[in-house]
């Protein structure tokens, strides 16, 4: 009786062809135009080589000038500038014509002069004081190891030249500089992209929009939504068998959907998910049940008509959707900073926050946390649901 039921089910969800589009070929659409809009956005905002001066002054800082040069070196990995080095009222002028952003002045201080702010400004800025920060550290422990030195040749009664000393000290701290690798490190994920969160949007979209599959598979077993279902309430067959063989043959045509989505967003459109395909599927998966559960629930609970079932899942869903941040990032961070509790009990979040956890942190413990809310929000949808079907009694049919 399972599968007989399980086949017509899947044969009855195949043939609404509204659903079909809805759950199926509508988030293919929508991703067509994320990959139209976002495509390029990326490439489109990526960094220039800066166009920067310096002058020198009558006691210019050699330190500055070689780690400016370094960072100006043409075909070069690390290349941020495009330097000249000329006189200040040159500088001055380059700067009038918008010919460059800003000039260095180097003498005893080291000074920033720009025209206007910006991202490139802010960038000439962060690099010369991260630039100040190495130089006066580096005078630090050049003045403690110099002292150090004198002090042991003065005991050890040896003739120091103090110039020489203070060259070797230097000479020594840059070679430990350039040597150690380990000083700047890049933790960033290999496949950090922004526009990837989109794509996440997309994903925990098509697991919500599961529900309405779920809450039409359901309604076709109740003896108030069709004639098929006051059949099923007064034949001898188990009740939780012909839910369950329903609500799996949704969760069929759910997964398929979610798998043609992956397959054309990796195959078509080109987008990578990283070293954690996996743990995005498996969150997925979840996700999908959770929403099949939020229809089944709302489905079981509402005395009404199929549409305005309908109504009331879409108003959920996307109600979860803006909450969760997916009309804008900015919400999220709002209700998570102001009312942690909503987006706790949110299931739209809770996948988007799995996702998100993927592309942000090294650690897996926020996306376990997610898979197992997640987990515990379907058992709760499903148990409620079996509970109100199981109670429901009709006077006559």
């Known amino acids: 009786m399972f599968f007989h039921n399980f086949k017509y089910a899947l044969i009855t969800l195949l043939k609404d062809k509204m659903l079909i589009f809805w759950t199926l070929a509508f988030p293919l659409i929508l991703g067509t135009f994320f990959n139209m809009a976002f495509s390029d956005i990326e490439n489109s905002e990526k960094a220039d080589i800066i166009s920067i001066a310096v002058v ?11 780690a400016i040069s370094k960072l100006s070196e043409e075909d070069s990995e690390v290349q941020l500038f495009h330097n000249r080095f000329v006189s200040e009222q040159k500088a001055a002028e380059l700067l009038a014509e918008d010919e460059i952003i800003g000039y260095i002045r180097m003498n005893e201080d080291v000074k920033v002069v720009v025209k206007q702010s910006g991202i490139s400004e802010t960038i000439l800025q962060y690099v010369v004081d991260q630039m100040l920060q190495t130089n006066h550290m580096v005078e630090d422990v050049a003045k403690i190891k110099t002292e150090a030195a004198l002090k042991e040749a003065i005991e050890s009664g040896k003739a120091v030249n103090q110039e020489e000393l203070i060259k070797q000290v230097y000479a020594e701290i840059t070679a430990m500089l350039n040597s150690n690798e380990e000083w700047l490190a890049d933790n960033s994920n290999p496949n950090m992209s922004y526009t990837m969160i989109e794509f996440y949007t997309l994903i925990a979209m098509t ?49 398929t959907g979610l798998t043609l989505l992956f397959l054309y967003t990796i195959y078509a459109l080109n987008v990578d998910y990283g070293a954690h395909f996996l743990h995005v599927v498996i969150l997925s998966l979840l996700g999908c049940l959770a929403g099949l559960s939020t229809g089944i629930c709302i489905a079981a609970i509402l005395k009404k008509n199929e549409n305005t079932k309908i109504s009331v899942l879409i108003s959920v869903t996307m109600l979860g959707c803006f909450l969760s941040g997916m009309m804008g990032i900015t919400m999220k961070y709002v209700i998570d900073k102001n009312i942690p509790l909503i987006n706790q009990l949110n299931p739209v979040n809770m996948i988007t926050d799995g996702l998100y956890s993927l592309y942000y942190y090294n650690t897996f413990e926020r996306y376990y946390q997610n898979l197992f809310a997640l987990a515990i929000f379907a058992l709760l949808m499903l148990g409620i649901a079996v509970y109100q079907l199981r109670r429901q009694k009709y006077d006559y049919l």
């Open 56 to 66: 020198e002054g009558d006691k210019s800082n050699t330190a500055f000038k070689e």
């Open 207 to 255: 697991c919500m929009y599961g529900g309405v599959l779920g809450m039409v598979a359901i309604n076709r077993n109740l003896a108030n939504m069709s004639n098929n279902g006051k059949r099923i309430a007064v034949s001898p067959c188990a009740k939780y068998k012909l839910i369950i063989s329903s609500a799996s043959a949704a969760y069929l045509v759910q997964i």
